[in-house]
């Protein structure tokens, strides 16, 4: 008997709307679909990191929730100076050791995992895929402004979400033969514009300045175009794009989290008839050439 393909899962980053990462394995833990590997960015680097280490997806949705959330996201604050972002993140680490153990290193995962991240000294994109893995996580999620980026001997590690959001070519790295993408998309500072070019429907304090909204704009759009190209280079044979509200951003949407699961959940049914098939049997693919570095945490 041919043995069953291998499943990569690969979730997107995207804050609040990574959420959505939830909805889709509460489909496949009903429906018996168990990925070999699961590879993640930031948000999707966390939920994906708690699923290869064991927990439920009742778990996940009880930590993720907690923390997501406006007030825990208040405790979780630790301004640090010289200001390399809102929050040191010392207190995110902690609370990450608590959910996932201190020691935990990647290779003792029930699951293959693998997170993106990058590297600003060296100027390049790195597939962590070893080591511990709360310093792997915290490097994933260091968005730029937001978290501090993490510094590790010579190397100053980011979020990966700006080189690679959807790490759907490091799943196929890891052994995947099928590889499923979960795309939340990215949050723009603004939607539309007025006749004169101005902004409108802005995300974003009334006080921003427009210089400041511009360039969010135009980091965003950068994120996203990178995310399309990756997925166009790593072929994934499924891509889930779930409807998220368009209220809800990446550290925006608080009070529709059950609707960013609804639509995770939603996302997942609708493919699972192709999942079905393409398990029944498939090739192995070859990996991508032109992989980026892959690194170990300590």
């Known amino acids: 008997m041919d043995e069953q393909p291998k499943l990569g899962l690969a979730l997107g980053g995207g804050g609040v709307r ?17 990925p070999y590997c699961i590879t993640g960015t930031s948000m999707g680097a966390i939920i994906g990191a708690l699923y290869a280490a064991g927990k439920s997806v009742d778990e996940i949705e009880d930590t993720v929730t907690d923390v997501i959330s406006l007030t825990s996201m208040i405790k979780l604050a630790d301004l ?8 040191a993140g010392h207190n ?22 693998g997170v993106s991240a990058v590297d600003l000294i060296a100027r390049k994109l790195l597939y962590i895929t070893s080591g511990n893995v709360v310093d792997a996580v915290r490097a994933s999620m260091s968005l730029v402004g937001v978290f501090a980026p993490l510094q590790q001997g010579k190397r100053r590690l980011a979020d990966g979400g ?16 099928i590889v499923i993408a979960v795309d939340v998309g990215t949050e723009f500072a603004y939607t539309d514009g007025d006749d004169h070019g101005n902004p409108v429907n802005a995300r974003l304090p009334a006080v921003t300045p427009p210089v400041i909204q511009d360039l969010l704009q135009l980091n965003m759009m950068m994120v996203q175009e990178l995310a399309q190209l990756r997925l166009q280079l790593a072929r994934p044979e499924v891509v ?26 939603a996302a997942a049914e609708a493919a699972l008839p192709r999942i079905r098939e393409l398990l029944q049997g ?14 170990e945490m300590p």
């Open 92 to 113: 995110a680490v902690e609370y990450l050791r608590k959910s996932l153990g201190a020691d935990l290193c990647m290779e003792d995962c029930r699951i293959k995992l």
């Open 18 to 34: 990574g959420l959505a990462h939830v909805g889709v394995l509460k489909v496949f833990q009903r429906e018996g679909v168990t």
């Open 80 to 87: 640090t100076y010289p200001w390399r972002g809102l929050f």
């Open 162 to 177: 700006y080189l690679d959001n959807v790490p759907a070519g490091l799943a196929r790295e890891l052994g995947a033969d």
């Open 240 to 265: 889930l794009r779930p409807c998220i509200p368009p209220t809800v951003g990446i550290l925006t949407g608080f009070e529709h989290i059950p609707d960013v699961y609804a639509a995770g959940i």
């Open 282 to 295: 498939m090739p192995a693919q070859t990996e991508p050439a032109g992989s980026p570095e892959q690194a």
